[in-house]
């Protein structure tokens, strides 16, 4: 949470490690929606994102005594890395994202043509709408490969794919984006 005191968070965690229900729910209350956020640019169903979502906090409450807090937002980066490593589960529960979908449609680019669609003219609940609406591999290797941060090669981990197969995905992913966005800019033209 921006603001939280560094001070503030290591009591309330060193609280909650010693079992303290008060403390377990500020630490609730502080990272819900964050988590949920998160989580929601992998899950689109609200009910298998609800259970997602409690089966992080579960970990993250059952995980406390091997948490090491290192200073402001740790705890933040910390319930993260478990919320996503939830989500990227029940996917995989899912059979889904091992068998990654395929749009032949969607039209190769090259790379100038990638660098070329500028998206700060385009509100970010729109872009939010258009990277949701993928389908869920390409969504899936698009937000860890982009908002994680993750390489191909631990994307391929995670998900039990090759790293060449991450990389085609993701570059699909980027092509449908592409289009979209044109669609969008051509249809505000229009209006």
């Known amino acids: 949470m921006k603001g939280l005191s560094a001070d ?14 008060a403390a377990c729910r500020q630490i609730y209350d502080w990272y819900s929606k964050y988590l949920t956020a998160v989580c929601s640019r992998f899950i689109q169903d609200r009910s298998e994102l609800g259970d ?14 091997g948490f090491e807090y290192r200073g402001e937002g740790s705890l933040r980066a910390w ?14 529960g899912r059979k889904k994202t091992a068998s990654l979908e395929y749009m032949p449609e969607v039209p190769d ?3 100038e043509e990638e660098e070329e669609e500028n998206v700060d003219k385009i509100p970010p609940e729109v872009l939010q709408d258009m990277i949701k609406a993928l389908p869920e591999g390409y969504r899936t290797i698009f937000n860890l490969y982009v908002l994680e941060e993750k390489s191909h090669k631990e994307i391929a981990s995670l998900l039990g794919i090759t790293e060449s197969t991450s990389a085609s995905q993701l570059h699909r ?19």
């Open 52 to 65: 997602v979502l409690q089966d992080a906090f579960v970990r993250i409450f059952g995980s406390l005594g």
């Open 8 to 21: 503030i968070e290591k009591r309330i965690v060193d609280r909650a490690r010693a079992g303290d229900r």
């Open 109 to 111: 680019v090259t790379e």
């Open 173 to 191: 992913a980027r092509a449908l984006l592409v289009k979209k966005i044109k669609d969008y800019r051509n249809n505000k033209i229009r209006q």
């Open 79 to 92: 319930a993260r890395q478990i919320a996503v490593n939830e989500a990227l589960k029940k996917l995989r």
